[in-house]
């Protein structure tokens, strides 16, 4: 008896087509390969390391790389009080990530500063660079950093890549001067 073997291609699978936009098909890319790059500042960073747990397993969403190197992050997770001696270096870091890059503003403390109203902590990290999202609680529950994610992940995956790009290309353009001129 003697069975038939494929190897190669299947030209019935090979008919299928998938059609999408550039736009989409990067954006589905960046959106499951967030590569966060965590600020532990103060309890929160607690409740960051359990999202990466076996629990509440952060890499079902394509994050599990926690990088420590600003150059190698695109997703800043700022997790707890953020002093105004810490501010500039939390700015300078944010400065180091490379573009596209997103924060997330864990917990009250980082956020609105917190119970803390006092000379020494900043009032949300917003007021030193752009948050895209923002998690509530004190501490706030791995669940609720998962969501973060997925709403980060959401925003991600409506970003114009390609158009962007050729605008850019367009600014940029040397004027054509006409010869003779």
């Avoid at 700022?78 to 002093?83: D, P, Q």
């Avoid at 709403?151 to 890549?161: A, E, G, Y």
């Amino acid at each position: 008896m003697r069975t038939n073997t494929e190897i190669g291609y299947d030209s019935k699978i090979e008919g299928d087509v998938i059609v999408t936009t550039v736009d989409a098909a990067l954006n589905w890319f960046r959106k499951n390969s967030v590569w966060p790059m965590p600020m532990g500042l103060a309890c929160c960073a607690i409740e960051l390391m359990a999202v990466g747990a076996s629990r509440f397993d952060i890499s079902r969403f394509g994050s599990e790389v926690m990088r420590f190197s600003p150059r190698q992050a695109d997703c800043m997770i700022v997790a707890g009080t953020v002093t105004y001696k810490m501010a500039m270096c939390v700015k300078r870091i944010y400065d180091q990530m490379p573009e596209p890059k997103w924060v997330i503003a864990m917990g009250a403390c980082a956020s609105t500063g917190g119970m803390y109203r006092s000379y020494a902590v900043l009032q949300g990290v917003d007021n030193i660079i752009p948050v895209d999202v923002y998690v509530s609680g004190c501490p706030p529950r791995p669940e609720a950093v998962l969501d973060a994610l997925m709403k980060l992940q959401n925003k991600i995956s409506t970003q114009p890549v390609l158009r962007d790009l050729v605008a850019v290309k367009a600014l940029h353009r040397e004027p054509k001067v006409p010869a003779g001129i």
